[in-house]
């Protein structure tokens, strides 16, 4: 692929730099705020083998599926599956693959602006001690007054989507790589000294044994479909990412390592969340299975009841946002790459555009928690519900889909082969009916249930 594009040339300046951008795309609201949740609500253990199972089976070889493409196209993943497709004689509008992701991107971003301001918010009400030794009815109101107040959202996610902007617009080597040599090191940090913590609690074996004491009778059908959304959620697949992010992976890395890598780190990330929460709220007796409030109500409950909680409190929610950040940023790549590729312009001014869109719909997000919270838009979902269902289970799972047949089923086995090198025969089969089999019928499955919920 040699035609010329604005971002034909840039690379990431190692392969360790693309293996933490991609673990700080992975890694964001959906390991510390959602895999913990979700576990909870859906037996511990037996939720999270299923999980582990669905990241190796499907996750995985997806990952490796975009970040091939991305590096073969070398240009927005709009462009990139256009050129693939003509060069392999197939139909253009496999470009569709592109303008979803672009369109989910859009999405998820408006809606994860909203609550990683939540956690810059908690950053300073944790600090500033208010919940020591609080009853559960002062968090609650906190919480329940922040979701009541479209300013306070407002003015929480207006500076969240200004960070996030300042550093897209800066480009790669300016603006993404020097926050995630940053973030991403003081996040592993802060999570290991959280986990120090929740190790000394006395809650912590209580905590492991929830986590991975495995009970059959926990298992069901909608466990598997639970499990396989988070890991596309978790893994950040489906919508061009990896594939945009691939685009600037240097010729020699390795693919097939560097995802298991990045996997690895994800899954490592979201297994300790659970095993810093978790324990934390057996030991003050709270409710694991609490729902989306396990963050911003169960958490700052306990840290208010623990020693030095103010402080390990104000960390954790550090933490996130760190987390969301890196995920904000990659969320806008897949556009950013081709609006500056199509209108030949500077990333500063489609990054400011870009922003101000996701930033506006994300205006409905803020109103769906007050003055819009019984406006029902279409399927009985009000405005950030519709938004959510539409992009993760909609547009990632249909995504990844059409990602992995694309792959196996419409390019010649040479592009492919040259991408991740696999040399033998054997594990050339394995390949093929992992990508092209299991993981499109599996993501079938979780589809259709999106729409007919059978189970
Ligand atoms: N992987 C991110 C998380 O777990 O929070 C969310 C995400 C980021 C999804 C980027 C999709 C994406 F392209």
Same mark, same amino acid.
């Given at each position: 692929m040699s035609e010329s594009s604005p971002n034909n040339d840039i690379r990431w300046s190692s392969r360790w730099l693309f293996v933490l951008a991609a673990a700080g795309s992975a890694v964001g609201l959906?390991?510390?705020?959602?895999?913990?949740?979700?576990?909870?609500?859906?037996?511990?253990?037996?939720?999270?083998?299923?999980?582990?199972?669905?990241?190796?089976?499907?996750?995985?070889?997806?990952?490796?599926?975009?970040?091939?493409?991305?590096?073969?196209?070398?240009?927005?993943?709009?462009?990139?599956?256009?050129?693939?497709?003509?060069?392999?004689?197939?139909?253009?509008?496999?470009?569709?693959?592109?303008?979803?992701?672009?369109?989910?991107?859009?999405?998820?971003?408006?809606?994860?602006?909203?609550?990683?301001?939540?956690? $810059?918010?908690?950053?300073?009400?944790?600090?500033?001690?208010?919940?020591?030794?609080?009853?559960?009815?002062?968090?609650?109101?906190?919480?329940?007054?922040?979701?009541?107040?479209?300013?306070?959202?407002?003015?929480?996610?207006?500076?969240?989507?200004?960070?996030?902007?300042?550093?897209?617009?800066?480009?790669?080597?300016?603006?993404?790589?020097?926050?995630?040599?940053?973030?991403?090191?003081?996040?592993?940090?802060?999570?290991?000294?959280?986990?120090?913590?929740?190790?000394?609690?006395?809650g912590f074996e209580q905590g492991w044994q929830f986590m991975f004491d495995f009970k059959w009778e926990d298992v069901g059908p909608g466990t598997w479909i639970m499990a396989l959304g988070q890991a596309f959620f978790t893994l950040s697949l489906g919508m061009g990412t990896m594939m945009a992010y691939g685009s600037y992976v240097p010729s020699e890395a390795r693919i097939g390592s560097t995802v298991a890598t990045i996997v690895a780190l994800d899954t490592v990330v979201a297994i300790s969340a659970g095993l810093v929460i978790f324990p934390l709220v057996f030991v003050n007796n709270l409710d694991v299975a609490q729902g989306p409030g396990l963050m911003f109500v169960t958490m700052p409950l306990a840290f208010g009841q623990l020693p030095f909680g103010s402080i390990f409190g104000s960390v954790f929610f550090l933490l996130v946002s760190f987390a969301a950040i890196t995920s904000a940023i990659s969320l806008t790549e897949p556009a950013i790459s081709y609006l500056v590729e199509k209108y030949n312009s500077s990333r500063w001014r489609v990054a400011v555009g870009l922003g101000f869109l996701c930033w506006l719909l994300g205006l409905g997000t803020v109103f769906s928690f007050?003055?819009?919270?019984?406006?029902? $838009?279409?399927?009985?979902?009000?405005?950030?519900?519709?938004?959510?269902?539409?992009?993760?289970?909609?547009?990632?799972?249909?995504?990844?889909? $059409?990602?992995?047949?694309?792959?196996?089923?419409?390019?010649?086995?040479?592009?492919?082969?040259?991408?991740?090198?696999?040399?033998?025969?054997?594990?050339?089969?394995?390949?093929?009916?992992?990508?092209?089999?299991?993981?499109?019928?599996?993501?079938?499955?979780?589809? $259709?249930?999106?729409?007919?919920?059978?189970?």
């Open positions: 959906g390991n510390i705020w959602k895999f913990p949740y979700v576990a909870g609500e859906n037996g511990g253990g037996a939720f999270v083998l299923i999980y582990l199972v669905c990241v190796g089976l499907v996750g995985a070889p997806i990952m490796m599926a975009e970040i091939a493409l991305g590096r073969e196209g070398r240009s927005s993943p709009i462009t990139t599956m256009a050129k693939l497709a003509a060069s392999a004689g197939r139909n253009s509008q496999w470009s569709i693959i592109g303008w979803m992701g672009v369109i989910a991107g859009v999405m998820i971003l408006s809606f994860y602006g909203v609550i990683a301001g939540w956690a $810059l918010k908690y950053i300073g009400v944790l600090a500033s001690g208010e919940f020591e030794n609080a009853g559960a009815s002062v968090v609650e109101s906190t919480f329940n007054g922040l979701l009541a107040s479209p300013v306070e959202m407002i003015f929480w996610q207006t500076i969240f989507m200004v960070g996030t902007i300042w550093i897209v617009a800066r480009g790669v080597s300016q603006g993404l790589e020097k926050a995630i040599r940053w973030f991403m090191p003081l996040l592993f940090v802060m999570l290991i000294v959280l986990l120090g913590y929740s190790l000394r609690s006395g007050n003055i819009w919270a019984d406006l029902k $838009l279409a399927f009985g979902l009000n405005f950030f519900d519709l938004v959510d269902q539409i992009s993760s289970n909609i547009l990632l799972p249909l995504g990844g889909l $059409l990602i992995a047949i694309f792959i196996t089923w419409k390019l010649p086995r040479e592009t492919v082969a040259g991408q991740i090198e696999i040399e033998s025969e054997p594990i050339w089969s394995l390949w093929k009916v992992v990508t092209g089999v299991v993981a499109p019928v599996s993501v079938l499955v979780v589809f $259709l249930n999106t729409f007919v919920p059978f189970f």
